[in-house]
């Protein structure tokens, strides 16, 4: 069935630092992919999304490129600040399914 | 949009009590999803909703849960009776329906405490 899998945390990072989480899918057809973050005491909120391959999602200083050909998704940023502290969880969502598949999560701290 | 909205926040209840969750989608959305989160299973989903229809109740633990939505603006998620190892947090989702996205928006759960 459709899954994701994403690196295992946790993360620490001194600010300023560079960031990729790593993000594999296995998925019938062409997915959806997200990132979404959590942050402490907080539901989860859309970081961003791509929708087909060589799509490019990008919010907040994220990025993140849907790599059909790898099947990854890998979350990247270039410079993290104490603020972006949380877990990020990698996600799709498939053509023929109406959920959404979610990895484990990954919690990133950054430390000033 | 206020987003999705649930409450209580916070619940804190003892072993054998009834407990309700309750949530209320974003207007407009045809999907609403009921999470529960641990340490140990991560996110895990229970039962999603189709215009107030389930779809799939594969993931509710066990038949103490219950979940309802009579109508298109209003869901309950119910654990009758409540057991400590339910502790986790709630977490209610919605998204629009076809054409809109497959994005879900995410509530701010209910923390639940069983002793």
């Known amino acids: 069935g459709d899954s994701v899998t994403q690196m295992e945390g946790p993360v620490t990072l001194s600010e300023e630092a560079c960031l990729t989480i790593?993000?594999?899918?296995?998925?019938?057809?062409?997915?959806?992919l997200f990132w979404y973050v959590q942050y402490p005491g907080e539901g989860l909120q859309l970081l961003l999304k791509?929708?087909?391959?060589?799509d490019k999602g990008s919010n907040k200083g994220f990025e993140a490129t849907y790599r059909k050909e790898t099947t990854s998704f890998h979350l990247e940023k270039g410079s993290v600040q104490v603020s972006d502290s949380a877990v990020y969880f990698c996600?799709?969502?498939?053509?023929?399914?109406?959920?959404?598949?979610f990895g484990a999560g990954t919690r990133l701290t950054v430390k000033p | 949009d206020a987003g999705v909205i649930q409450s209580p926040r916070h619940e804190v209840t003892e072993m054998g009590q009834e407990v309700t969750l309750r949530c209320k989608p974003i207007s407009g959305h045809d999907y609403l999803f009921w999470y529960r989160q641990t340490m140990m299973r991560g996110l895990e989903l229970l039962i999603y909703f189709n215009n107030n229809v389930p779809i799939d109740d594969s993931g509710m633990p066990e038949d103490r849960f219950s979940a309802k939505m009579p109508n298109a603006s209003f869901s309950t998620l119910k654990i009758q009776p409540s057991e400590p190892r339910d502790s986790a947090v709630y977490f209610c989702a919605s998204r629009p329906g076809a054409g809109g996205g497959y994005e879900q928006y995410f509530g701010p759960g209910t923390r639940l405490t069983v002793t």
């Open positions: 790593n993000c594999t899918y296995t998925a019938t057809g062409y997915p959806s």
């Open positions: 791509a929708t087909k391959a060589d």
């Open positions: 996600a799709l969502s498939a053509e023929n399914n109406n959920d959404m598949r």
